[in-house]
């Protein structure tokens, strides 16, 4: 009996790829100091249910100072699809371009070396998903895995799956297949995309593929949406960590304005707008009276709000131990974006227009 359940999950699972005609896939997995987990992301890839002659692995470190580059070695020598490089530019936008060049397959789609693949069709559906849409780019969602985590983890990964912790228009969290904008959730792509608008900014340590995404877009190239190859993040354990994370993407959407003036979106930028008022509204404030009642009726707004969907999302998620963390959680949010922008636009410069943003004549390697 198990084994006719067995059978029917396969017809059923079978992705819309001719036996025999899979196309041979580049996995591309950008490291640095991930030796917590990039051991499982790496057996996850190995346990996929594709032709392992059809696919490789390849990661780019960028220096690790622990023992991710040894671990990696490893498997390496015990696993001929993948393969470790040496990524010389130690940002993410440099080791998905080492990658890249490196690549041999008529897909490529990109792995980050903290998240988990727990469908072993992930691959599959990827090659099936193109196969029937017809699409230049692959999108997937990356919600936040919280399997045995603490308090904190999960108020993290609740308050990004909200839209009070994550910005609105994106798909990133979605359920629905179809097309849609590539920037901020294509991550699989045809070869042919890099051989029409180039390879990622390594001027970007944040945002690149935002950036990448939005030349694909202004291109004309599709991007058709599945959740059938979603993947799960581990979410950050402490403030400081998340503050770092928002921080960052500030800076890379500033980064990404700067470049291109048409990716401006107001709800981006709101965190930094709201962080100069907090900071600077006392000193107005002292000027009238009538500004201090605004001051303090805008602050106390904003911690009604924070409270409102902190009881709303402890509701939805049945988890109440969440709601003394999710208000700090979402301020968190909000500040580090909002500092991040601040930052960038203060003291950052206009991204130069490097090698790699040239259209690059990538042809398709021969695949064992």
């Known amino acids: 009996m198990n084994d006719l359940v067995c059978e029917h999950e396969m017809v059923l699972r079978m992705p819309a790829v001719r036996p025999g005609r899979e196309p041979f896939l580049s996995v591309i997995v950008p490291v640095r100091n991930e030796e917590r987990y990039i051991g499982d992301t790496l057996d996850q890839l190995l346990a ?14 960028g220096g690790s100072t622990d023992s991710t580059r040894e671990i990696v070695a490893d498997y390496a020598r015990r696993h001929p699809q993948v393969r470790l490089l040496k990524n010389e530019g130690r940002l993410s936008s440099a080791g998905r371009n080492v990658a890249v060049r490196a ?7 990109l792995v980050d ?22 699409a230049d780019c692959l999108g997937r969602p990356q919600s936040l895995d919280v399997t045995g985590a603490a308090a904190f983890q999960r108020a993290v990964a609740a308050a990004r799956l909200s839209r009070l912790g994550h910005h609105p228009s994106s798909h990133i969290y979605s359920d629905r297949e179809g097309f849609v ?15 029409k608008v180039g390879l990622f900014d390594e001027a970007f340590d944040a945002c690149e593929d935002v950036e990448f995404n939005h030349r694909a877009a202004c291109a004309g190239l599709r991007c058709f949406f599945t959740p059938r190859v979603g993947v799960t993040y581990y979410p950050r354990a402490t403030l400081a960590g998340l ?6 993407y500030g800076r890379g959407r500033v980064r990404l304005l700067r470049k291109h003036p048409d990716s401006f979106s107001l709800p981006g930028f709101l965190p930094a707008a709201f962080l100069c008022g907090a900071a600077f509204g006392p000193l107005t404030a002292l000027c009238h009276p009538l500004l201090t009642v605004a001051y303090a009726s805008i602050m106390a707004l904003y911690a009604l709000v924070l409270l409102l969907f902190s009881v709303g999302v402890c509701v939805r998620r049945r988890d109440p131990a969440l709601l003394p963390l999710l208000p700090l959680v979402f301020a968190t949010v909000h500040a580090g974006a909002g500092w991040g922008v601040l ?21 398709l390697r021969q695949a064992a």
């Open 48 to 61: 996929q249910r594709y032709d392992p002659r059809r696919f490789e692995v390849l990661v780019a470190d």
């Open 103 to 109: 690549s041999r397959g008529e897909i490529v789609l």
């Open 113 to 134: 070396g903290h998240c988990r693949l727990d469908d072993p069709w992930h691959l599959a559906e990827a090659a099936g998903a193109f196969a029937r849409s017809g």
């Open 181 to 195: 904008p590539p920037q901020s959730v294509a991550v699989a792509y045809r070869r042919s995309v890099f051989e």
């Open 243 to 248: 503050f770092r994370q928002m921080t960052r």
């Open 343 to 363: 930052v960038e636009a203060v003291a950052g410069k206009k991204p130069a227009v490097s090698a790699p943003m040239l259209p690059a004549v990538l042809p």
